[in-house]
């Protein structure tokens, strides 16, 4: 099976732009969620979405947004930039029951100027 | 809610030395624990879990954690660790009806 792919792996924009990036998750697994990892907050947890549904959200503000289509493939938006936005933001599939395995995507690197 | 704390952001062994990787969580009902590595410039892999039964749990390259309910740990052991073990380790928990929570990690420096 292929893993867990993200793209773009890299980008760059200024502040005040807004984002969005794509996950295609593993076939027949439908959750996918979604993480910023910084060095200082290490990473943290933003959204998961199940079938199409958010389930869970993280304490991040209203500029982070997502979805998730019929086909389980994810995007992840951030509106209005800020330089703290800088960040490597991981997308994890799973099947999408309690405890299992989440398996992830190698990051998008965002760098906000 | 529950968390996990992981004491160490960073541990430095000589390589052949074994290593322990501390990690405590809190929680107020019964928990899944993880271990994910993440190797320089990589997503984060599953080492090993616990999910139930055994507490002893082991990985395929050697690692090995025991969950320890009354001392709340689920400490990350290997006997001797090899220079390629050179990542940061993340310590996770969830429950049944909850998200999983990261702890901030702990980067592994093997010695030459």
């Known amino acids: 099976k292929a893993g867990v792919t993200q793209t773009p792996r890299y980008l760059i924009k200024t502040r005040g732009q807004q984002v969005t990036l794509s996950c295609s998750p593993i076939?027949?697994?439908?959750?996918v969620s979604w993480y910023q990892q910084t060095p200082g907050q290490g990473l943290q947890f933003l959204f998961e979405?199940?079938?199409?549904?958010?389930?869970n959200k993280g304490n991040f503000p209203g500029r982070f947004s997502g979805r998730q289509f019929s086909n389980s493939r994810s995007e992840m938006n951030v509106s209005t930039l800020e330089l703290g936005d800088s960040a490597l933001y991981l997308c994890?599939?799973?099947?999408?029951?309690?405890?299992?395995?989440?398996?992830f995507g190698p990051g998008t690197r965002l760098l906000v100027l | 809610a529950q968390s996990v704390t992981q004491l160490d952001s960073q541990v430095p062994v000589f390589e052949e030395a074994p290593v322990e990787l501390r990690c405590n969580y809190s929680s107020s009902v019964s928990v899944y624990l993880f271990w994910y590595v993440q190797y320089p410039n990589q997503g984060l892999q599953l080492l090993l879990k616990?999910?139930?039964?055994?507490?002893l749990v082991e990985s395929i390259n050697g690692f090995e954690a025991e969950f320890n309910k009354s001392q709340t740990s689920f400490h990350l052991r290997k006997p001797s660790v090899h220079i390629s073990d050179t990542a940061e380790y993340f310590c996770?928990?969830?429950?049944?009806?909850?998200?999983?929570?990261f702890g901030k990690g702990t980067r592994l420096h093997i010695l030459p």
């Open positions: 616990y999910l139930s039964g055994s507490t």
């Open positions: 979405y199940f079938s199409e549904t958010q389930r």
């Open positions: 996770a928990v969830s429950t049944r009806d909850d998200k999983i929570i």
């Open positions: 076939s027949g697994h439908r959750s």
């Open positions: 994890a599939s799973s099947v999408g029951t309690t405890g299992e395995t989440q398996y």
